[in-house]
């Protein structure tokens, strides 16, 4: 019975230390059926400096392939998310609150991007919150995924998808409409202010390459999106991406770019993978 306790304290150590990462963006995978290395990088999605670092730039050389969580150079991409950005079953942005509420939101978004709510009553409610993005932050809005395949095209290598758009559309259809509206609501009611505050934050903390911080940043957010959804927004997701980047690696050495906030924690992307056999150590 002593031998038997003694080890599930020794396991209980071993996972919690397995749950804090160093702190690094840039991850090497390889061992187990890997004949090269392959590398995974945490990105996030608007910011005000894009610039790659000389490790990432040096892990794109080695690398064959470039996937991000979408094929971004596809032509074919934005006619695919625009079919999925409308409310099934006949639900309405005016049918999920108040008139009043509604109202705020209709004036709110024609101030900011320039179209009523009356226009856009059909649309979920995350994807009129993410038009709103550029006005989160102080500064041009730049993208590490476009620098990615930039850097890509100009080593003329061939651009991925870990998913499809039509399944990155269900993930918000899986989160309740009326919860998407509150967050729009709340976004219109304090003018951006609370957005602005906690996207700051989340570039602060991106810097410093912490990927636990990260983590602990998205599960305390007052945007219910974040907070409440992690197992739709990521775990689901991080789950269905494994045997995809496995199965890519095999075939060739591939540098992967998924936002960051997939990579830590007990079923982020990189336990995961060593879960699975592979060895994932960090690049400093």
Request: aromatic content about 6%; proline content about 3%; hydrophobic content about 40%.
């Amino acid at each position: 019975m002593k031998k038997l306790i003694l080890s599930a304290l020794v396991l209980g150590s071993l996972s919690l230390q397995a749950q804090k990462l160093d702190n690094s963006l840039l991850w090497k995978i390889s061992g187990k059926d890997l004949a090269k290395p392959s590398y995974l990088f945490g990105t996030i999605h608007m910011t005000c400096d894009a610039s790659l670092k000389e490790s990432v730039k040096k892990a794109m050389d080695a690398t064959s392939q470039l996937y991000l969580e979408l094929d971004m150079d596809d032509p074919s991409m934005q006619t695919k998310m625009m079919s999925g950005i409308m409310m099934k079953n006949g639900s309405t942005l005016s049918s999920l609150c108040s008139a009043e509420d509604f109202k705020i939101v209709d004036e709110f978004l024609t101030k900011n991007i320039g179209y009523s709510a009356k226009l856009l009553n059909t649309v979920k409610p995350f994807f009129i919150s993410a038009m709103l993005y550029p006005k989160m932050i102080n500064c041009p809005m730049q993208s590490i995924e476009n620098e990615l395949m930039k850097l890509s095209k100009e080593q003329n290598e061939e651009i991925f998808g870990l998913e499809s758009p039509e399944d990155q559309m269900l993930v918000f259809d899986a989160i309740p409409y009326k919860d998407q509206m509150n967050e729009l609501i709340k976004t219109a009611k304090n003018n951006l202010e609370n957005d602005k505050k906690e996207i700051q934050k989340l570039l602060e903390v991106y810097k410093t390459e912490d990927l636990n911080a990260m983590i602990e940043l998205s599960r305390k957010s007052d945007n219910v999106i974040s907070s409440k959804y992690e197992d739709d927004l990521l775990t689901k997701r991080n789950k269905n991406w494994i045997s995809k980047i496995t199965e890519v690696s095999k075939a060739k050495p591939t540098f992967f770019g998924v936002g960051a906030a997939h990579l830590g924690g007990e079923n982020g992307v990189i336990m995961l993978l060593r879960k699975a056999g592979y060895k994932v150590e960090a690049v400093k």
